[in-house]
């Protein structure tokens, strides 16, 4: 039961152009949501998180939009640059319900096209 | 500026022999994690470590232990390793459980034969 999903695995962007990722969750109960970056052997690395208090985060390029009425969530980034080439990962948790535990969906790999 | 370390990068074992993987963190995080990563399929907690001194079960616990050694240290065992375990291991800390950032290794590779 998959209860983060990334249903694009891969999204090819020119770039300078927008790029949007998106994740859909089925657990009404997560409250905390996050993305992640990860390139070729190397770690995930934290990128923008978002609470489910607000339906908007931004930081810089980077900005996380949540629907919680459509449980949906997208990272748009913009202009996307050939560093953005990478895996992303979205991430739930219920922090307020007593679960600590990240759940991730399975990734979808950008492709900045230059 | 380490952050998170673990060792070692890369092993191959035969099925049956038994492993340990070191994760240790230099940013006086509370929490620590173990995940897996297949493909297709995301990562998955194995096991958490939410302060030092405890541990508790993640989604995919089975065939796998964790001690929480100290503060900074948190090592995974295979007491008897299994093909089904090939896997990237991914180590993660931070500064305590639930809507704080986790801050993660650059993997450990490993393959059962």
């Known amino acids: 039961d998959q209860q983060v999903k990334q249903n694009s695995p891969s999204l090819s962007v020119q770039e300078g152009r927008i790029s949007i990722l998106n994740c859909d969750y089925t657990?009404?109960?997560?409250?905390?949501f996050l993305w992640y970056k990860k390139y070729p052997a190397e770690g995930p690395t934290f990128l923008i998180s978002i609470s489910s208090i607000k339906d908007k985060n931004e930081d810089g390029r980077f900005t996380v939009f949540l629907n919680k009425s459509a449980k949906h969530l997208s990272l748009h980034i913009v202009p996307s640059q050939p560093g953005d080439s990478a895996v992303y990962f979205c991430?739930?948790?219920?922090?307020?319900?007593?679960?600590?535990?990240?759940?991730f969906g399975t990734g979808t790999r950008l492709t900045i096209i230059p | 500026n380490a952050g998170v370390t673990q060792t070692p990068k890369f092993q191959v074992l035969k099925t049956g022999q038994s492993m340990t993987l070191q994760c240790a963190q230099d940013?006086?995080?509370?929490?620590m994690y173990w995940y897996r990563q297949d493909p297709g399929m995301g990562l998955r907690l194995i096991y958490y470590?939410?302060?030092?001194?405890?541990?508790d079960k993640g989604e995919v616990p089975n065939g796998y232990n964790v001690s929480r050694l100290n503060k900074r240290e948190f090592s995974l065992r295979l007491e008897s390793a299994a093909p089904s375990q090939t896997s990237v291991y991914f180590c993660a800390s931070s500064a305590r459980a639930g809507n704080q950032p986790q801050h993660f290794g650059d993997g450990t590779r490993l393959s059962i034969l």
């Open positions: 470590s939410a302060s030092e001194g405890t541990t």
């Open positions: 991430a739930a948790l219920s922090a307020n319900f007593g679960n600590e535990k990240l759940t």
């Open positions: 940013m006086n995080h509370n929490s």
């Open positions: 657990n009404s109960m997560f409250d905390y």
